[in-house]
């Protein structure tokens, strides 16, 4: 067995582990009303043996990162699945360091399954190691992404905790329109989160069927001296074409429910790389999303949040407030640090500008000034409790846009982080 | 004007909110909800009565609610320039032209509204001034009174003021004395890091006030970060050039003295078995280094003499490679691009004399401003002509298209032994391809019948392969910038990571204990520390227990 397949082992029994440990802080917060026990000793019970499992995940977890880095020779942060199984990591550990501080199992409910969904979402891009091209040899790549990765890991925490705010708070109760929004509110989140998941279903689902289709792409690109060069490439699609790349030609198609022919055309104007497949797949997301997300609801037959809200009545809400406040604070001068001082130094070695206006570079600004606002907001009254808790889920909205997002929509300098 | 004499008998300033001396709220002095402790109640200078013009601009500036707004809009306009590429993304386009083809209505929509420079806009540099004005004004605004309210705080503190706090406990003293327990109290608050100030039954624990400062010193941060930001628009502050560097020629560097040669450029890519195997079955080819050996010369004289060459003198030699630009005393090259671009850089060949066989030299031809005269052996070689790229003109007449020696063409005049005193004229291609083109033999005539020049070897060739993009910059204003980020950043840790931290207490009546707590974050921490002191001296008391139950208004 080598390093490499070592590594790939390390990260499965992470994910797993992971999994484990979302289930028994489930059980610590939803089976303190079983019969026959103390409430309190079982949450404490179940909720540091939810920690020993997280924690033995990170452990794994950090085994597959050494081991990968031993096999690649570089520092796995250098493409989209090393860079989101990182962040994974750097979640958990943030989780593990908020959980420390406040000691609430009901965190885990939430934060693990952000890791997990995160990891997942990282076996989607592919898994193999690439040679480090000259723009990345620099020792910045472990400096400037780890600790990037680390500050956004404290608001995907803190957007956990909000999440748990806002089921907690919001009135399942009431009529009135004001309730009816916010539930609507806290829902349409859920189903964006169930999207995820859906995406990365389906994808493990058709490449365990070996569905492929392949297109002939014909761009235009026009180069530094304003000349048109035409280039020809082969967009391999994973999951069914709906819709075809711009300007293509189908050269292998499976047919998928009597379709043998991707239904439309992408709009010329989605620029980036591959945008026709991007395309396809956000519609495949939403597709998929929308019938887990009815299967789900006709199960539990009433609301997702409604379905989740009884676990967390228990919990004062001052306290999910605080939580979710504190994690966004710790995480804030760590991801200054790391995505704009260190960026900017880095920048400054390698392209000779501390500062560019690259499109990844502006979005890092923006998440910036959001949780700048989201600060600032925190020193007038109004704004802990609901407005805040809202402010850090669409925070992370924003992270994981300037983390994704922006490399799968607007093509910049930092597109080679794309798959 | 308000009566602002509070009952304690201290005159407070206009605006104040809790009395600077006892704390006793001068409004809502009835209310039971907790208190409003920002700043410690004390007035500002944007609460004057009767504002003057400038402290209505000063009230606007200091207001943080405008300083969220500023912050949201240059947020919405950053994003709002990332929907497509900016202009400079662009090294040669018509921006009226490129954004309308590229894509279509949208684009010219995006272009006519200024967004295809968004971050040079007029508009957004406002913002980011507002920004920076409000930082000060809003740090000025509040810092100075923060500062005397908290350097000479009251330790007995009004009792409405202590029970209006967040964290709150009332309640009987254990057996023993009140001395005690406030001995016995204070020790346990030394322990756990506070300061403490006792006067007779009242006491004030306190710590990591620094902490305060916290928000005051990054803001001090990101305006020196600015400041510099600014001042980089100052003539010979900042330098920014691209220029392609042909392998072995000097070239100068606009604006300095500098002269930089690419001696030589590489590139290499990964081989197979430097790649995993499931990536090499992708076929990709990867590059894994680009590298300019550069030298820096600096022109010592004859810099500006289109006639003579200038004299330079060497002042480093480095290796330039992605993420490792040359520097040299702030002046900076990063390999930026490259490209193959064959071009003859000089050629040595010799004077043969085609009877005999003997071969003379051999002599070095540069083809960038050529010597006038050469020796090969006992031969004396005059340059007559130079056309760096030949051509013949309409009328038949050698001309020279351009000064780039794409197709260069010598003209000598030989003398020497067996030769004419007055010497052979002979035409020379140094490129073979050009040499059939131009028919150099039929030219030269009688002469090529008897005498050639010609290369042993493609050895005696010197070609330059690659031409070499470097990136010239230099950016006074770059140790500004890092110090004022470097500040920004303690300030942030200070102010986020530490609390400041007080708790009050006072005895009434012997053994009634009235205790109030404040921090600026962390109401977590900051109850289980109390709730830890109260245990320690007796009073079991849950750190739930004490948060203020009254909701807020």
């Not at chain 1, 399942?172 to 189903?191: L, Q, T």
């Not at chain 1, 075809?244 to 499976?254: L, Y």
């Not at chain 2, 330098?239 to 392609?244: E, N, V």
């Not at chain 2, 031809?365 to 031969?379: H, V």
Request: proline residues 5%; glycine residues 8%; charged residues 20%.
């Amino acid at each position: 067995m080598n390093t490499d397949s070592a590594s790939g082992i390390f990260l499965l029994c992470a994910f797993i582990l992971y999994t484990v440990s979302f289930f028994v802080f489930v059980i610590a917060v939803t089976g303190k009303k079983w019969s026959s026990r103390d409430p309190e000793r079982h949450v404490r019970a179940w909720g540091r043996g939810g920690l020993i499992v997280t924690v033995l995940g990170f452990l794994c977890h950090l085994g597959y990162f050494f081991t990968r880095w031993a096999a690649a020779g570089h520092i796995p942060t250098s493409n989209m699945f090393e860079f989101l199984t990182f962040l994974a990591m750097m979640i958990v550990l943030a989780f593990i360091i908020v959980f420390l501080l406040y000691k609430t199992a009901v965190l885990g409910m939430f934060a693990m399954p952000v890791g997990v969904i995160i990891l997942a979402y990282a076996l989607v891009f592919p898994p193999d190691i690439q040679p480090l091209i000259p723009a990345l040899q620099s020792y910045w790549l472990k400096i400037h992404v780890t600790t990037a990765a680390f500050g956004e890991a404290f608001f995907a925490v803190g957007f956990a905790a909000g999440l748990m705010y806002l089921i907690r708070v919001v009135d399942y109760n009431n009529a009135s329109a004001a309730a009816m929004r916010e539930r609507r509110g806290v829902e349409f989140v859920i189903f964006v989160v169930l999207l995820i998941v859906a995406f990365v279903l389906s994808v493990f689902l058709f490449r365990a069927l070996g569905y492929e289709a392949s297109f002939q792409q014909e761009t235009t690109r026009i180069d530094q001296n304003g000349q048109a060069i035409t280039e020809t490439s082969t967009v391999d699609y994973v999951l069914p074409p709906i819709v075809k790349p711009f300007n293509s030609t189908t050269t292998t198609m499976k047919p998928f429910l009597g379709m043998t022919e991707p239904l439309f055309e992408a709009p010329p104007w989605m620029n980036g790389v591959n945008a026709g497949r991007k395309f396809n797949t956000l519609i495949w997301s939403i597709i998929a999303g929308l019938i887990l997300y009815g299967l789900l609801r006709l199960i539990l037959r009433k609301q997702i949040g409604a379905a989740i809200h009884p676990a967390v009545t228990g919990i004062d809400p001052e306290d999910l407030d605080e939580i979710g406040y504190r994690a966004i604070a710790i995480g804030f001068p760590i991801f200054t640090l790391g995505a704009l001082i260190f960026a900017m130094i880095w920048a400054h070695e390698a392209w000779g500008r501390f500062w560019g206006w690259d499109p990844k570079e502006v979005w890092a600004l923006i998440t910036w000034l959001f949780y700048t606002a989201y600060l600032h907001f925190r020193l007038s009254r109004g704004w802990q409790g609901r407005k805040s808790a809202w402010m850090s889920v669409i925070g992370f909205v924003v992270v994981m846009f300037t983390l994704i997002g922006v490399n799968l929509i607007i093509a910049g300098l930092h597109s080679y982080a794309g798959v | 004007m308000a009566n602002t004499k509070c009952e304690c008998g201290h005159q407070n300033h206009a605006g104040t909110v809790l009395c600077e001396s006892c704390g006793k709220p001068l409004f809502d002095n009835d209310g039971t909800s907790p208190l409003e402790m920002r700043y410690d109640g004390v007035a500002r200078r944007s609460q004057k009565a009767n504002p003057t013009a400038i402290d209505r601009v000063w009230n606007f500036f200091s207001s943080v609610k405008v300083a969220i707004y500023l912050i949201l809009a240059t947020l919405v306009g950053a994003m709002l320039g990332t929907i497509y590429p900016q202009e400079d993304t662009f090294l040669n386009i018509d921006p009226a032209q490129y954004y309308k083809e590229t894509y279509g209505w949208t684009g010219e929509l995006y272009y006519r509204l200024g967004l295809s420079d968004t971050y040079g806009s007029w508009w957004f540099v406002t913002l980011l001034v507002m920004i920076g004005t409000s930082l000060v004004i809003c740090s000025l605004d509040r810092v100075l009174p923060l500062y005397r309210a908290l350097s000479k705080q009251q330790i007995r503190k009004h009792l409405s003021f202590i029970r209006r706090q967040r964290v709150v406990y009332s309640g009987a003293l254990p057996a023993g004395t009140a001395d005690e327990w406030m001995a016995a109290a204070a020790e346990k608050l030394k322990k756990q890091g506070y300061r403490v100030h006792t006067d007779g039954t009242a006491l004030l624990a306190e710590k990591n006030r620094f902490s305060r400062w916290g928000p005051y010193i990054n803001h001090i941060g990101l305006i020196i970060f600015l400041l510099a930001v600014l001042m980089r628009g100052l003539p010979g502050w900042k330098l920014d050039q691209y220029i392609g560097f042909l392998e072995g020629e000097p070239v100068p560097i606009p604006e300095t003295n500098y002269y930089l040669k690419n001696e030589q450029f590489n590139v290499t890519f990964y081989s197979e078995d430097e790649m995993s195997e499931s990536f090499r079955q992708k076929g990709q080819i990867v590059p894994k280094l680009y590298e300019t050996r550069a030298v820096l010369y600096e022109c010592v004289s004859d810099c500006a003499n289109p006639d003579k060459e200038p004299q330079l003198k060497e002042l480093t030699r480095q290796t330039i490679t992605v993420n490792h630009p040359l520097n040299y005393k702030g002046l900076l090259a990063y390999q930026f691009d490259y490209a193959q671009t064959p071009k003859l850089i000089s050629v040595s060949p010799k004077l043969r004399n085609k009877q005999t066989g003997q071969a003379f030299g051999p002599f070095t031809l540069k083809m960038k401003n050529p010597a006038g005269e050469y020796e090969a052996g006992p031969y004396k070689l005059k340059l007559k002509e130079y056309f760096p790229d030949f051509s013949l003109s309409d009328k038949g007449t050698p001309i020279t298209v351009s000064n780039e020696p794409n197709a260069p063409a010598f003209v000598f005049s030989i003398t020497g032994p067996d030769l004419p005193p007055e010497g052979i004229v002979y035409l020379y291609f140094p490129r073979e391809i050009d040499k059939e083109k131009y028919r150099q033999d039929d030219i030269n005539g009688a002469v090529a019948g008897g005498w050639d020049i010609s290369v042993d070897s493609m050895d005696d060739v010197e070609i330059a392969n690659f031409t070499s993009y470097l990136n010239i910059r230099k950016d006074k204003a770059l140790p500004y910038i890092f110090t004022g980020a470097a500040i920004f950043l303690i300030g942030v840790v200070m102010g986020v990571y530490w609390q400041h931290r007080r708790i009050w207490l006072r005895i009434d009546d012997g053994d009634q204990l009235s205790l109030g707590a404040h921090t600026n974050k962390n109401w977590y921490g900051l109850r289980k520390e109390v709730a830890a002191m109260l245990q320690r001296t007796g009073i079991d008391v849950d750190p739930k227990q004490l948060a203020n139950e009254v909701k807020q208004a």
